[in-house]
């Protein structure tokens, strides 16, 4: 076996685990391959261990490493990370999902490219919900105005939410944060129930099996998988 796909059972074991201590099926849970800065051959092993799902936070790195791989595997792979202006238009034809919509603007430029689109581009609204991350909508109300917005283009279907929790060893604030992000979607579904919003995206490394407890329906694993990341 490789690295990796011990780590991948070492990762399923954990998640069964948690689903289990929460009432969950472990169908209810998916898992993401974190693969920024890791190298194809990483991804390669991931995906021979069975891993069918990868997030990438850069379009241009993503763009070398899958477009290629894309093409003779079948893989799914979302943005995870705040997307630039100026690379959205390569971004919308590589990702099968933007996971880290945290603009309004964004909504504007995705939804223009992907007008003429035959099934719609899914996207989730990032949801800011810890003092030490940058990215994403402030709060409620935004979220509220974003997916109005969404409303507005056909080509994109509103799935959900994401989140970073806080970098830090207090689990009651990062539960803390993920519950945030779940009242935050309980708002969003009865306010706009045309969107499904089936899907939290929340739970790294480091905090995937509190996440899980919360109700995350995707989790997001580099680390833990692929290593260290040197950069
Ligand atoms: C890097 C990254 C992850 C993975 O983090 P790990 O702690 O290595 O599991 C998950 N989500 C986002 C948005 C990231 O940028």
Redesign the pocket.
């Known amino acids: 076996m490789t690295t990796i796909a011990i780590a991948m059972e070492r990762i399923e074991e954990r998640i069964q685990k948690a689903c289990a201590h929460s009432g969950r099926e472990r169908s209810s849970v998916r898992l993401m391959g ?1 693969s ?1 800065f890791h190298s194809l051959s990483k991804i390669e092993a991931a995906w021979h261990a069975g891993l069918r799902l990868f ?1 990438e ?1 850069r379009v241009q790195e993503a763009a070398e490493k899958f477009s290629v791989f894309k093409r003779q595997r079948e893989a799914e792979l979302h943005l ?2 705040s997307l630039q202006r100026n690379k959205v238009k390569a971004a919308v034809s590589l990702f099968d999902a933007i996971d ?1 919509v945290n603009r309004v603007v964004l909504i504007d430029e995705l939804g223009a490219l992907t007008t003429d689109r035959e099934t719609a581009l899914p996207i989730l609204l990032e949801l800011h919900t810890a003092e030490d991350t940058k990215s994403g909508f402030p709060n409620l109300d935004s979220l509220y105005h974003a997916a109005e917005r969404v409303y507005a283009f056909p080509g994109l279907r509103l799935d959900g939410l994401m989140t ?1 929790a806080p970098f830090t060893r207090d689990e009651h604030l990062i539960r803390a944060s993920f519950r945030t992000l779940s009242v935050a979607r309980d708002n969003l579904a009865a306010r706009f129930p045309d969107y499904a919003w089936s899907c939290l995206s929340m739970g ?3 905090d995937f099996e509190i996440a899980i407890e919360e109700g995350a329906t995707l989790i ?5 998988l692929f290593g260290e ?1 040197y950069t």
């Open positions: 974190v920024k997030g936070n995870i990370g880290s970073i790294m490394s480091n997001r694993i580099g680390t833990a990341r």
